[in-house]
């Protein structure tokens, strides 16, 4: 039962450096969703991908690339991290929505980064 | 645009019921979900509503009302467990992106 799993749990980075965050989910869905949350701020879309090859742009897209080569995995990249992208960091994934029909989305554990 | 507001803190005993209230206006609307996340946890999924009216699972019932853009949480028979943030989340279109509330920390006292 390993539904949507993140890596790393935690990592530390300097200004500048570059990572790559990964989302793997076992459920065969189709959409998956990086957010990022931060104090006072709630969950706020990064990117999306409603399915293999492809991407969008969320709400807070500037920095962050993001890839869906496979069904199954969407990463996140920072290419120069900065410390405003300093946060935790939550994949989940969904079966595809909408038309009233209850697909709820599901969430790994997050990744915790700092930027200093 | 979206604008998706909550309280931000409430406090209750063990045992009562507490009602936990969003509002929300969006673009597009296509059904309301409410998750609840422990601290240093991922949100887990609670409820969902797409008409109007009253959803019951258990201790937990959500109530939507479209016209007014409303709706609540109501959380029976407390328990230290619940003690969790609540969150409150508008599904826009047809790609199933959620747009969250800021949460409702809910504590939970003996």
């Known amino acids: 039962n390993a539904g949507v799993t993140q890596t790393p749990k935690f990592r530390v980075l300097k200004t500048g450096q570059s990572m790559t965050l990964l989302c793997a989910q076992d459920?065969?869905?189709?959409?998956m969703y990086w957010y990022r949350q931060d104090p006072g701020m709630g969950l706020r879309l990064i990117h999306y991908?409603?399915?293999?090859?492809?991407?969008a742009k969320g709400e807070v897209p500037d920095g962050y690339n993001v890839s869906r080569l496979k069904k199954q995995n969407f990463l996140l990249g920072l290419e120069s991290a900065a410390p405003s992208q300093t946060s935790v960091y939550f994949c989940?994934?969904?079966?595809?929505?909408?038309?009233?029909?209850?697909?709820?989305?599901?969430f790994g554990d997050g990744t915790r980064l700092s930027i200093l | 645009g979206q604008n998706i507001d909550q309280p931000t803190e409430m406090t209750a005993t063990e045992g009562a019921i507490v009602q936990i209230n969003c509002t929300y206006q969006?673009?597009?609307?296509?059904?309301l979900f409410w998750y609840q996340q422990h601290a240093g946890e991922a949100p887990t999924f609670l409820s969902y509503n797409v008409l109007d009216g009253l959803e019951e699972k258990g201790r937990f019932s959500s109530f939507l009302s479209r016209s007014k853009g409303y709706s609540y949480l109501l959380l029976k028979e407390l328990q230290m467990k619940d003690s969790a943030s609540y969150l409150c989340a508008v599904r826009e279109d047809g790609n199933n992106r959620l747009a969250f509330g800021k949460g409702n920390q809910v504590v939970v006292i003996p």
């Open positions: 991908s409603v399915g293999e090859g492809t991407t």
């Open positions: 969006t673009s597009g609307f296509n059904g």
């Open positions: 989940a994934s969904s079966y595809s929505g909408g038309g009233g029909v209850h697909q709820p989305q599901h």
């Open positions: 459920m065969n869905h189709e959409y």
